[in-house]
């Protein structure tokens, strides 16, 4: 079992809708959730960066945490055509000197104008 | 503010040819800097990682080698490539702040083909 799953999708949405992304994992060490965004041939962009359950919100973007479940989510409402890329979730324990992050496959997401 | 470079951005190789790629850091101090490979339609996959100059770890047994001869200097190395080495490879840094809060930034990416 990988210690990350992310649906590579692709995911195909018309401009307006709201989108959910989502990531379980395995690993209860984990404790810092990040999202990368991934344009075409690019290097990934940190998204947003969250540490406890709940949400926390960033324009038209929500990030989900539900330590619980083990499971992450990344929300974005009011989609844009812009916003076509793929969607890497990450994380990380607490400890280690490198701070190695786990990153999980990337759903790629298209929006339709 | 802080920028990562990598070159090239394109490079198409023999099998059996050496590999050198380069990735550097400006603005900051002390990096922690990594080298991933991302395959086509894959997650990334983190090859090596550098806390500091001549400190290299290694996360897979593979074909390549990592080099920091400069604290903000990150060189991936190949002798001689295979074909399973095409990919987007990455750099990124990060910095390990107050209370742990620490995430990477990546570089623009060199994709590799491998022929």
């Known amino acids: 079992q990988k210690e990350v799953e992310q649906d590579p999708g692709p995911l195909s949405v018309p401009e307006g809708a709201i989108v959910s992304l989502n990531c379980t994992y395995s690993?209860?060490?984990?404790?810092?959730f990040m999202w990368y965004r991934q344009y075409s041939r690019k290097g990934p962009e940190l998204l947003m960066y969250?540490?406890?359950?709940g949400n926390k919100e960033d324009g038209r973007f929500t990030a989900q945490v539900d330590k619980s479940s083990k499971y992450i989510s990344l929300f974005i409402r009011d989609s844009q055509p812009s916003d076509s890329a793929t969607y890497l979730c990450?994380?990380?324990?607490?400890?280690?000197?490198?701070?190695?992050?786990?990153f999980g496959q990337g759903t790629r997401l298209t929006i339709n104008p | 503010s802080q920028t990562i470079h990598q070159w090239p951005a394109t490079l198409v190789q023999p099998v059996g040819s050496p590999l050198s790629l380069e990735c550097t850091v400006e603005?900051?101090?002390?990096?922690?800097l990594y080298w991933y490979r991302q395959a086509a339609g894959r997650g990334l996959q983190l090859l090596f990682y550098?806390?500091?100059?001549?400190?290299i770890s290694s996360e897979v047994p593979q074909n390549l080698s990592a080099s920091r001869p400069q604290d903000r200097q990150f060189i991936l190395s190949s002798k001689k490539l295979l074909l399973s080495d095409s990919g987007f490879y990455l750099c990124?840094?990060?910095?390990?702040?107050?209370?742990?809060?620490?995430?990477?930034?990546f570089g623009p990416g060199t994709r590799l083909l491998v022929l």
């Open positions: 990124a840094w990060s910095l390990l702040t107050s209370g742990r809060r620490e995430t990477q930034y």
């Open positions: 690993n209860s060490a984990f404790q810092y």
């Open positions: 969250t540490y406890s359950s």
């Open positions: 990450a994380m990380k324990g607490a400890l280690g000197g490198a701070q190695k992050l786990v």
């Open positions: 603005g900051t101090s002390n990096p922690n």
């Open positions: 550098s806390v500091g100059i001549g400190q």
